[in-house]
């Protein structure tokens, strides 16, 4: 899937989503494309070869818009994909841009009627004269077609831009965030959302931080999470109120003086919130650092991993160059025992949450041939360095991981390279055990 060519703009992965079983992978892309990859099922010749992941389906989600009122353009860009958990034959997933949410169902079709009584092989009427006896349509056999079919567009619900989109587990209902206010919708209703976080002040200039992402819980319909650019995650209980601007819990880690500095809080915001499977726990990323949260305990998260502690002497540069504001993404493993994130210079970093080992692991085309195993790489900073180490000067800033997803059952992820799509499996995280 490496591409060789410069990437345009339209061409840049900005979201990857498995599905629920992880045989399909849904990408979204700058130029409002969606594509969606499917497992190939095993060959009968290798009964234990893994399935690859071939293009499945691709289709225009979103077109570039034009906000007459505000005199903005709305980018077609795919902020985030989310699979619906399957019904019927037929796969559901919801995309979104900055303003508007849209529901799409991806229907195979493998068989035609033929034997029409009132229409011809095109689809034309026949002369109701020429039809002199009444035949029975059979179903034929045909060559695959994949149809996407929009069946439910969500628009007019936010002001400001939707980072966000979580689906609720009753399968019914789910919620979009922007920077300040979170909506809960329901997938059948198109023309109304409630309004379930508003954090907007009165006064725009008393504003002090912003929502970065938010997520519902894996099994409480009642209970959601957002982050915000202050590094704080907010826990709330939709049984407690309508309007769930009294939170139920607030996660925040007290900050340690002696690092404080000009960029703390720029660094300290949370660009992703994940709750683990078992639905015990939260991940969250900020610009250095993975911590993982108990949802019993408030004060401070139970593990922190630095993802790439070298880069505090290199802050002033980053901030200059507009890196420092990057919203890196990070993912639990199906068994949520191993956590990913990404890094600069496509490296991604993994941490095993038992043994306390982690890896950093490079996606470029030199490793993107079919059964290649991962080298682990090392970031050094000091003078002296080892063979294959790089230093940190040398980093590729422009080369970044933002976008990352784990077969929510085995050991495949997926990472987002700028245009590119890498699929690794097994090996991989055999690296960190």
């Known amino acids: ?209 912003v929502i970065t992402a938010s997520e519902f819980h894996p099994h409480h319909c009642n209970l959601f999470v957002y982050s915000s650019s202050k590094g704080s995650l907010r826990l709330c209980d939709m049984r407690a109120a309508a309007l769930c601007d009294k939170h139920s819990k607030l996660f925040e880690e007290p900050e340690d003086p002696s690092n404080r500095s000009f960029f703390s809080e720029i660094i300290s915001s949370v660009s992703d919130v994940k709750f683990s499977h078992s639905g015990r726990h939260m991940l969250t990323r900020d610009y250095l650092t993975v911590k993982v949260w108990d949802l019993n305990m408030e004060a401070r998260p139970i593990e922190t991993y630095q993802v790439h502690d070298y880069l505090r002497s290199k802050l002033c540069s980053l901030y200059e160059n507009d890196c420092i504001f990057d919203k890196f993404e990070c993912a639990w493993n199906g068994s949520d025992s191993v956590i990913m994130t990404g890094a600069y210079n496509n490296f991604f970093r993994m941490f095993d949450r038992h043994t306390k080992r982690d890896v950093t692991l490079e996606a470029s085309r030199e490793n993107s041939k079919p059964r290649a195993v991962l080298k682990p790489r090392r970031v050094c900073v000091g003078g002296k360095r080892r063979r294959d180490d790089i230093s940190v000067d040398s980093l590729d800033f422009t080369k970044k991981i933002l976008h990352t997803a784990w077969h929510p059952a085995e050991n495949i992820i997926a990472i987002a390279a700028t245009n590119n799509l890498y699929i690794f499996q097994d090996k991989v995280s055999s690296e960190v055990h």
Not at 77 to 97: D, Y
Not at 144 to 173: K, Q, W
């Open 1 to 209: 899937m490496p591409s060789h060519r410069m990437p345009s703009e339209a061409d840049i992965i900005s979201t990857v989503e498995f599905n629920h079983t992880g045989e399909l992978l849904a990408t979204g892309d700058k130029g409002g494309r969606v594509v969606i990859f499917q497992r190939e099922p095993e060959s009968k010749n290798a009964p234990h070869s893994q399935g690859e992941y071939d293009v499945y389906s691709t289709f225009q989600s979103h077109e570039p818009e034009f906000d007459y009122l505000k005199s903005l353009e709305i980018e077609e860009k795919i902020n985030k994909i989310k699979w619906l958990p399957q019904q019927n034959a037929a796969h559901s997933l919801l995309s979104t841009n900055d303003k508007t949410i849209k529901l799409w169902k991806i229907t195979e079709r493998d068989k035609r009627p033929e034997g029409y009584n009132l229409k011809d092989e095109e689809g034309k009427l026949k002369d109701l004269s020429t039809v002199t006896s009444l035949q029975v349509p059979v179903l034929k056999p045909m060559d695959l077609m994949v149809e996407v079919s929009p069946r439910r567009v969500f628009a007019n619900g936010h002001t400001y831009h939707i980072n966000s989109i979580s689906v609720n587990s009753d399968c019914e209902t789910y919620m979009s965030a922007d920077d300040l206010r979170i909506n809960l919708w329901h997938l059948a209703v198109t023309d109304r959302s409630f309004n379930i976080v508003d954090i907007k002040p009165a006064n725009m200039e008393d504003l002090t931080e």
